[in-house]
């Protein structure tokens, strides 16, 4: 009861202008009330009609009349707030521009909440009740709102349509479907949008397993771009340090020519000046005599000359270079010569190994692999021309046709005894190492009961004994295909998978090896993949092929 007279209140002190509780209200002269800025903007509209309504009674008034304030409605509101009066529900509630509008509010209309697909209206929160209570309306579907529920009429007719033409893919009424769509293919909108729903969902399956194989190659893409950074920045610092350390060595190298050729100029030089000394020292004495000699035989007293003459010291033996013999002038030109040859060849060596390691870089494979060819003339610009090697053959295989076929024997063939030789398994490898981008074809004669593998594998996978480890797709060093003739089975590590595809006596085999990637193809009239395999290979693999049973043959077709 208290609620109700709150709403009563809230009713009667409302704004029939806005909804909302009045705010500084004022009454016109016919005596309703309204805020004083909503009136105001009202009339304001009305100005240039020079005449001016009421909203609620439509009495019009010449000239505007002059607003006063109603105080005593003022307090009235004001003391009715204190016993909990609400105002209006907030202005969101409200429906706006781009709202959908309620079909049952009068006056300001309220958001929609639903919208019946049934009656075409759209309720707000007040007034779905009779679509929750009545029974023939709890029938109807409520949805979201929309404003284009009109759209469902059908325009001839004036009806929902429930109806859904396949043949004009159009949306139709209960009479649409027996007069102009009479002979259609119809169903009702229900069944349509089922069977819509069931494709935009594998739609969406599709779209999210294409996101999350995009976020997986982008995924790939940072890996290899991070990679790649990777390895660039470790060769330059390795290059760095590699020509730091050629740098020292050549600067030792100066250093210990420059020591042996100072030794050796020592070496020469000392005994050179040791005898110059000498003769210095011998010309230094010899001008003495000569300075003695000159004098006494300057003196001019006979008897004093000829008394002094016999004290006179003997010359001592000469070291003059009559005495020894100068070689020819050998200086070091030689070894200026020798080191100038050593600088040539080092550049020589330099300019060669910068072709070389400019042409490595520029076929370093980054980030992007080229596309997988698509139709079997793409395949066959990369083919391989394999032959096989007579050397790892066991020996019960014949190889025949230039070593391109192999066949299974009774016999033992007279093979000489190499390390290479598989002992215990009817397998053989190719002579070829295959790396890069390969393609090649194994043409298939399987009886009841026999089988052959298509394989490849790396060089060290063991030989000798019954171990598996020696057996193509039983160890982690070889992939094959088994063909039995009637269906296909792909095998790795021990790890067997079924493969579907038409079988063929023909099978292709595409490598891209620095990509990591391995394909088997069924070859006919068409190209139809049997088993992908996307790893990182570690080393060159080399083309092989086992054949069980008497009679059976695999040969690598020629392609070129």
Not at 21 to 35: A, E, I, N, Q, R
Not at 291 to 311: F, G, I, V
Not at 458 to 479: M, P, Q, T, V
Not at 524 to 539: A, E, I, K
Request: proline share 4%; net charge negative.
């Amino acid at each position: 009861m208290e609620k109700q007279e709150n709403h009563l209140d809230r009713e009667r002190f409302c704004c029939r202008i806005c909804e909302d509780l009045l705010k500084d209200p004022v009454t016109t002269v016919c005596g309703h009330s309204y805020c004083k800025s909503c009136i105001n903007t009202h009339w304001d509209d009305e100005e240039e009609r020079g005449s001016y309504s009421c909203p609620q009674c439509r009495q019009t008034f010449t000239p505007r009349p002059v607003l006063e304030t109603s105080t005593m409605l003022a307090a009235s509101l004001e003391e009715l707030k204190k016993t909990g009066l609400q105002a209006a529900p907030a202005d969101h509630c409200y429906a706006g521009p781009e709202d959908v509008a309620c079909d049952v509010c009068t006056g300001r209309k309220r958001k929609a909440l639903k919208s019946c697909l049934n009656c075409l209206d759209s309720y707000c929160e007040k007034h779905p009740k009779p679509h929750l209570q009545s029974a023939p309306l709890k029938k109807h579907k409520l949805g979201e709102p929309s404003e284009k529920l009109q759209k469902n009429i059908c325009s001839h007719h004036n009806k929902v349509m429930k109806m859904f033409c396949r043949t004009d893919q159009q949306c139709i009424c209960d009479l649409c479907s027996v007069e102009e769509h009479k002979d259609h293919d119809t169903v009702s909108a229900a069944a349509e949008r089922t069977e819509r729903q069931r494709e935009l969902r594998l739609r969406r399956q599709t779209i999210q397993q294409r996101v999350q194989d995009t976020e997986k190659d982008v995924k790939l893409l940072q890996q290899e771009e991070e990679a790649v950074n990777g390895s660039a920045d470790k060769a330059v610092e390795d290059s760095e340090e590699i020509f730091t350390e050629m740098i020292r060595l050549l600067e030792e190298r100066s250093s210990d020519v420059e020591q042996q050729i100072r030794s050796q100029q020592e070496t020469e030089v000392s005994p050179v000046r040791e005898l110059q000394e000498r003769l210095e020292q011998e010309i230094t004495e010899l001008k003495r005599k000569d300075h003695e000699l000159k004098q006494l035989s300057d003196t001019e007293d006979h008897n004093q000359l000829l008394h002094n003459y016999p004290s006179l010291s003997p010359l001592s033996g000469s070291t003059h270079s009559s005495s020894f013999r100068i070689r020819p002038l050998r200086n070091f030109e030689d070894v200026t010569a020798d080191v100038s040859q050593v600088r040539g060849r080092l550049q020589d060596i330099l300019s060669e190994t910068e072709t070389q390691i400019l042409q490595i870089v520029s076929q370093v494979d980054v980030l992007l692999r080229q596309p997988e060819p698509e139709t079997r003339a793409d395949f066959l610009k990369y083919s391989q021309e394999i032959t096989l090697d007579p050397n790892t053959a066991y020996r019960y295989l014949l190889l025949s046709e230039g070593n391109r076929r192999v066949t299974c024997m009774r016999k033992v063939q007279s093979y000489s005894a190499h390390p290479n030789r598989f002992t215990n398994w009817h397998q053989v490898l190719s002579r070829e190492s295959l790396t890069g981008r390969c393609y090649w074809e194994v043409e298939v004669k399987v009886k009841v009961g026999g089988t052959v593998r298509v394989a490849v594998a790396y060089k060290n996978i063991s030989r000798a004994g019954r171990s598996h480890e020696c057996l193509f797709g039983y160890n982690d060093k070889s992939w094959s295909l088994y063909c039995d003739g009637n269906s296909y089975y792909f095998h790795y590590n021990r790890i067997y998978t079924p493969v579907s595809g038409p079988v063929s006596s023909r099978v292709g085999v595409y490598l891209d090896h620095s990509a990591g990637v391995l394909s088997f193809y069924s070859v006919s009239d068409t190209m139809t993949l049997l088993h992908r395999v996307q790893t990182t290979f570690t080393q060159p693999l080399y083309a092989g092929v086992s054949v069980y049973s008497y009679g059976i043959t695999a040969e690598f077709c020629k392609l070129k």
